[in-house]
Nanobody, 120 residues
């Protein structure tokens, strides 16, 4: 079965850095785009960054452009989110997401989430 397992969250001071990882299994990882979302308390879940299947193209929310970098290692079935210059408003639960299926990807899968708290 499809599984997405995030790790790497924690407490960090403003201006600090964290790297999140999402280990995927149960599907052909290298065939699908991957996305990071986040959800802060009392707010809707929002897209943070997405990367194409081969990793050749990425897209970011305006709020994280220039500070976050999404990448993937298809040999390790893992997608990463490198977060730098963190701000208190980056505090949220971060989720890994994949939409998979053939011929048209329509099935959504989510990890359990990892908490990121930015505070002094």
């Amino acid at each position: 079965q499809v599984q997405l397992a995030e790790s790497g969250g924690g407490l960090v001071q403003p201006g600090g850095s964290l790297r999140l990882s999402c280990a995927a299994s149960g599907f052909t990882f290298s065939s699908y785009a991957m996305t990071w979302y986040r959800q802060a308390p009392g707010k809707e879940r929002e897209l943070v960054a997405t990367i194409t299947a081969a990793g050749g193209s990425t897209n970011y929310a305006d709020s994280v452009k220039g500070r976050f970098t999404i990448s993937r290692d298809n040999g390790k079935n893992t997608v990463y989110l490198q977060m730098s210059s963190l701000k208190p408003e980056d505090t949220a639960v971060y989720y890994c997401h994949a939409r998979i299926g053939w011929p048209i990807p329509r099935s959504d899968y989510w990890g359990q989430g990892t908490q990121v708290t930015v505070s002094s």
